[in-house]
């Protein structure tokens, strides 16, 4: 009886034991994540995200806009579309929507809000969890040194925010520099429209090649073959390749989303 007694005491002893050890090893886990995730700080009270498009002539890529959109949209998430100036832009690319895509469009908040996107100098970062960049030409030419975009980028990112980015959307995060002076992407591990995959008149009339330019400036571009998908996450900084990389780089968004939003509420 009595080593009964002793074999169940310890048998108890034992079972708290690895209770404890496992609510270490879950705490340590989520301490871990959250690091990565929320950043040092958590300012962030909202949980909309913000896309923004270009407004120059060449315009955006809407494939890129509407992938992600409806993938955040339909896991519950409130988004707003910003741009350079505000208003309509010229959108590229609806050729390339599928017959389901076109017809969601035609019924979606999307179409509405790109023709009424907000004037980046009047949003207030406050409001935003993460930043969305689409692709497209025209960020090559207004995103690339665009003080507001860079205004808000900082500020989403400074509060805990998830920064992203697809195809040549990366081109506005090139001279993103946070309140320390380092650029937001020095040393992080970043992809964007390879030199491979741009055409005849991207080569003859760009600025520059956005592989070129984030090599430079992040030291760690990295890219797949032509057309393949690609999407690289450096803690909340989230860039895809191309425009087939839109989709797997909104749901690459959505999880670190997910995760935060658990965190700060």
Same mark, same amino acid.
């Given at each position: 009886m009595l080593?009964?007694?002793?074999?169940?005491?310890?048998?108890?002893?034992?079972? @708290?034991?690895?209770?404890?050890? @496992?609510?270490?090893?879950?705490?340590?886990?989520?301490?871990?994540? @959250? @690091?990565?995730?929320?950043?040092?700080?958590?300012?962030?009270?909202?949980?909309?995200?913000?896309?923004?498009?270009?407004?120059?002539?060449?315009?955006?890529?809407?494939?890129?806009?509407?992938?992600?959109?409806?993938?955040?949209?339909?896991?519950?998430?409130?988004?707003?579309?910003?741009?350079?100036?505000?208003?309509?832009g010229t959108a590229r690319g609806s050729s390339r929507l599928s017959n389901k895509q076109k017809k969601w469009f035609e019924n979606s908040t999307l179409q509405n809000k790109l023709l009424q996107s907000m004037p980046l100098a009047i949003i207030d970062s406050n409001q935003y969890i993460a930043i969305y960049f689409a692709g497209g030409a025209g960020p090559m030419f207004d995103l690339v040194n665009e003080y507001d975009a860079q205004r808000v980028t900082r500020e989403i990112y400074e509060a805990g925010g998830i920064v992203s980015a697809d195809c040549h959307g990366p081109a506005a995060l090139l001279n993103v520099k946070l309140s320390n002076g380092q650029r937001l992407i020095a040393d992080k591990e970043v992809t964007g429209k390879s030199n491979i995959e741009e055409g005849r008149w991207a080569l003859s009339n760009y600025p520059f090649l956005l592989e070129d330019k984030l090599t430079e400036v992040s030291k760690k571009y990295?890219?797949?073959?032509?057309?393949?998908?690609?999407?690289?996450?450096?803690?909340?900084?989230?860039?895809?390749?191309?425009?087939?990389?839109?989709a797997p780089m909104a749901e690459a968004l959505l999880s670190q989303l997910s995760l935060l939003v658990a965190i700060i509420k």
């Open positions: 080593k009964r007694m002793l074999q169940q005491q310890t048998s108890m002893k034992y079972h @708290a034991l690895w209770i404890m050890l @496992a609510m270490s090893f879950y705490f340590i886990c989520g301490s871990v994540i @959250a @690091a990565q995730v929320s950043g040092a700080k958590q300012d962030i009270v909202n949980d909309k995200v913000l896309i923004v498009v270009s407004s120059d002539k060449y315009g955006y890529w809407l494939p890129e806009v509407l992938e992600p959109y409806q993938i955040l949209q339909q896991a519950g998430f409130e988004i707003d579309i910003a741009s350079p100036k505000g208003g309509e990295s890219a797949k073959g032509k057309g393949k998908v690609h999407v690289v996450v450096d803690q909340r900084v989230i860039t895809g390749q191309n425009p087939a990389s839109a």
